[in-house]
Structure formats: C-alpha cells, structure tokens
C-alpha cells in the first residue's frame, strides 16, 4: 500500500477524533446517544486498542512526529491499565464516566489532543 498525503491526514484526523471522544463527557454521551448497539462502554474501552492505535505500522508512524508517538505511547498505557482496573465495563455510561480509572482516560486523552500538532509533521 502506497503512503500518501491523504492517508496520513487519515490516520491523525482517527487518533484526533478518537481522542476526542475519549475525552470529552458530552461527546461520549452523544456517541451513546447514537449507538445502534446501546453497550457503548465495552466500545468507549477497546475503541484505542483496537481500531485506532495502530503501533509499529509504517504509515501510522509517519504520521506523527517522535513526540507526538511519545504521547501517543503513554496515553496507549493510562488506557490500558484504566481497562484492566476496570475489568468488566460497567452497563452503564455514567457509571463509567464516574470511575476514577476512567477519569484518568478522560484527563490523559485530553492532554495528549491538546499536545498533537494541527497538522501533519513535515
């Protein structure tokens, strides 16, 4: 597969994206609000791991400065030890929402959005 401009652009707007609901109450209530499915908890703990970050893959790689892989890295580890505090996701949003584990999701997801350039490194 040829790595392009585009997707690159992809690859930040996803993490970007993800980020973003990740941290963020109001949006992870719209994206339950959405769902088609109604468990959006269980999706809100394996949306990074498992459709968004995309280690030692050559393109996500690229699309991102050293710095910016960095964050990326320590927020993949707060995720996984909040899922693995957490174990079975609660049945309910709000209930996730309250948990101090996922408190620290939110708050590192935050951070790393914040950190991330707004465009792609050159």
């Not at 408190?103 to 465009?119: D, F, G, H, N």
Request: aromatic share 6%; with cysteine; hydrophobic share 40%.
């Amino acid at each position: 597969m040829e790595i392009t401009r585009t997707l690159l652009e992809c690859i930040r707007e996803n993490v970007r994206d993800t980020l973003g609901l990740l941290a963020d109450t109001a949006a992870q209530n719209q994206y339950e609000w959405n769902s088609k499915t109604g468990e959006v908890t269980p999706e809100l703990l394996t949306i990074w791991t498992e459709a968004t970050y995309i280690r030692h893959n050559a393109a996500f790689e690229r699309a991102f400065t050293p710095p910016e892989l960095a964050d990326l890295a320590t927020f993949d580890n707060v995720i996984r030890a909040a899922a693995e505090e957490i174990g079975t996701p609660p049945g309910h949003l709000r209930e996730l929402q309250t948990q101090d584990a996922w408190q620290r999701v939110m708050r590192s997801a935050a951070t790393t959005l914040r950190r991330m350039r707004k465009t792609l490194p050159e």
